[in-house]
């Protein structure tokens, strides 16, 4: 009813439109939480793989690789919005100009995401990984913050880039 009441009052005078999605000026970015995604993503790839490798699929098996490949999806999906929101909220004009390939390398991990969730490519989600941790370098950098390079913990240990907080 409130609905209603408040939509003839658009109408009569309208409102003035606003939007927008999380863009208060909290300053907090990360682009860990699209590296950790890929690597999701990698790990599932393998996951699905290994089950592929079977003689003969059961239903469980046919049941766990639909799972494996809805989270596959989902974390590829994530790794293109958090990148995303980085690129769009944090990337400004002295980024642009100190990094060059930003738009282009921002493009094609859009693209690389599409084919490893379109796939189950090994190869397409390290290709993936590589561009995000170079997008993770260029942001740490843009921040003055020196990055290392080191295998990841779990699997599917592979290589990331972090930041040194050490200073």
């Not at 790839?45 to 592929?52: K, T």
């Not at 989600?125 to 990841?152: G, M, P, Q, Y």
Request: aromatic content about 8%; glycine content about 2%; hydrophobic content about 35%.
């Amino acid at each position: 009813m409130i609905y209603k009441i408040i939509n003839i009052i658009d109408k009569i005078k309208p409102f003035k439109k606003v939007s927008a999605h999380c863009d208060i000026p909290c300053k907090i970015y990360d682009p860990i939480t699209s590296q950790i995604a890929v690597l999701t993503m990698i790990r599932l790839v393998d996951l699905i793989e290994e089950i592929e490798k079977k003689d003969s699929l059961t239903s469980k098996d046919h049941a766990q690789i639909s799972r494996l490949i809805a989270q596959k999806e989902e974390h590829g999906h994530k790794v293109k919005d958090e990148i995303r929101v980085i690129w769009g909220d944090y990337i400004k004009e002295p980024q642009l100009e100190k990094y060059p390939e930003l738009h282009t390398l921002s493009h094609s991990i859009m693209l690389a995401a599409s084919k490893a969730k379109q796939n189950v490519d090994k190869s397409a989600t390290l290709d993936l990984l590589e561009k995000v941790n170079r997008f993770s370098e260029i942001f740490w950098d843009s921040k003055n913050i020196k990055t290392f390079k080191a295998v990841s913990p779990y699997p599917p240990e592979q290589e990331l880039v972090y930041p040194d907080l050490k200073n």
